[in-house]
């Protein structure tokens, strides 16, 4: 990071600390639709009456990618796996530290948590299987 502290990313960093703090949620209608904070509206049906849930404590893989050759962002992270998981209602992205394509399975039961990037030093959203 050098000699400066990187800037917060408003809701992404909001979302990162209510993770470690196991206090992270998401908004739902009374359609059971649901997204991640922040929304004022409900992009499914329009409705305006959201109210906070609590993430479930585990989700369920449905789509993973190994990433061999990276950006030069994530260059000391290659090979990793981003993979995006239903939590209820709602879909994460993030990574799955420590797991080769080998390892990691569509249907998969992971929790929801928070790591560093390599190369970067950066928070990211990491899911640990269960």
């Known amino acids: 990071m ?20 196991g206090e992270a949620e998401y908004l ?13 509206i409900c992009p499914e049906c329009g409705s305006r009456e959201l109210s906070g849930e609590p993430i479930p404590e585990s989700g369920e893989v449905v789509s993973f990618t190994e ?22 209602p709602v879909q994460i992205t993030g990574l799955l530290p420590d797991l080769d394509g080998d390892d990691a399975e569509v249907g998969m039961v992971v929790g929801l948590d928070v790591g560093e990037r390599v190369t970067t030093g950066d928070r990211v959203v990491t899911f640990e299987p269960r």
């Open 28 to 40: 739902e209608c009374e359609n059971g639709h649901g997204w991640l904070p922040p929304r004022r």
């Open 2 to 21: 050098g000699d400066f502290e990187r800037a917060r990313d408003g809701a992404f960093d909001d979302l990162l600390d209510a993770i470690e703090d």
């Open 67 to 88: 990433i061999a050759v990276a950006a030069p962002n994530f260059a000391d992270d290659a090979p990793y796996i981003t993979a995006l998981a239903n939590f209820g």
